[in-house]
Antibody, heavy 119, light 106 residues
Framework: EVQLVESGGGLVQPGSSLKVSCVASGFTFSSYVMHWFRQAPENGIEWLAYINTDSSSTHYAETVKGRFTIPRDNAKNTVDMQLSSLRSEDTAMYFC????????????WGQGVMVTVSS | DIVLTQSPALAVSLGQRATISCRASQSVSISRYNLMHWYQQKPGQQPKLLIYRASNLASGIPARFSGSGSGTDFTLTINPVQADDIATYYCQQSRTFGGGTKLELK
């Protein structure tokens, strides 16, 4: 069974850093492109970042470029999101998701982890 | 960037048909592929893939869900609507999602 499990959320102060992690199981992790998304309370879904299978290519949304990074470790089946210079508008539920065979759609999602940025 | 427009809400009676639309600001069809996908999200849960490439049912999704469309106009149909279908539905193309349509009971 394919599973994606996020961890690492919490309450942090503006300007601080945080790492959220996603552990994958039930499939050959190294064969899939991975993405991170977020959803602010009562809002829609925002794409944040992408990493290809061997970490040679990453892309970021303009809203987080330069502040967030998306490393992955194929040996540990993990993809992280390093969040820095956090702002109140980064408060959201963060989801990792698997892209289906470069098909442009996301067939499995984690349950999400909440990040709250507040003083 | 492509903009995907959905109506914010749709009220429907149980057992009836629900038609949820999504309009793209430019064509999302390439050759024979219609690159629009649909997701269901219930409160407190992650999005769930329903339909990929406009009309293909994802694994484990009931046949009462169907999708159609091409170019800039796409439709997700639920027929008949069941109580478990009350959720918010999102269309998606590449890295862009529509604003979501909240399906409500009439």
């Amino acid at each position: 069974e394919v599973q994606l499990v996020e961890s690492g959320g919490g309450l942090v102060q503006p300007g601080s850093s945080l790492k959220v992690s996603c552990v994958a199981s039930g499939f050959t992790f190294s064969s899939y492109v991975m993405h991170w998304f977020r959803q602010a309370p009562e809002n829609g879904i925002e794409w944040l970042a992408y990493i290809n299978t061997d970490s040679s290519s990453t892309h970021y949304a303009e809203t987080v470029k330069g502040r967030f990074t998306i490393p992955r470790d194929n040996a540990k089946n993990t993809v992280d999101m390093q969040l820095s210079s956090l702002r109140s508008e980064d408060t959201a539920m963060y989801f990792c998701a698997r892209e289906r065979n470069y098909g442009g759609y996301f067939d499995y999602w984690g349950q999400g982890v909440m990040v709250t940025v507040s003083s | 960037d492509i903009v995907l427009t959905q109506s914010p809400a749709l009220a429907v009676s149980l057992g009836q048909r629900a038609t949820i639309s999504c309009r793209a600001s430019q064509s999302v069809s390439i050759s024979r592929y219609n690159l629009m996908h649909w997701y269901q999200q219930k409160p407190g849960q992650q999005p769930k893939l329903l339909i990929y490439r406009a009309s293909n049912l994802a694994s484990g999704i009931p046949a009462r869900f169907s999708g159609s469309g091409s170019g800039t106009d796409f439709t997700l149909t639920i027929n008949p609507v069941q109580a478990d279908d009350i959720a918010t539905y999102y269309c998606q193309q590449s890295r862009t999602f529509g604003g979501g349509t909240k399906l409500e009971l009439k």
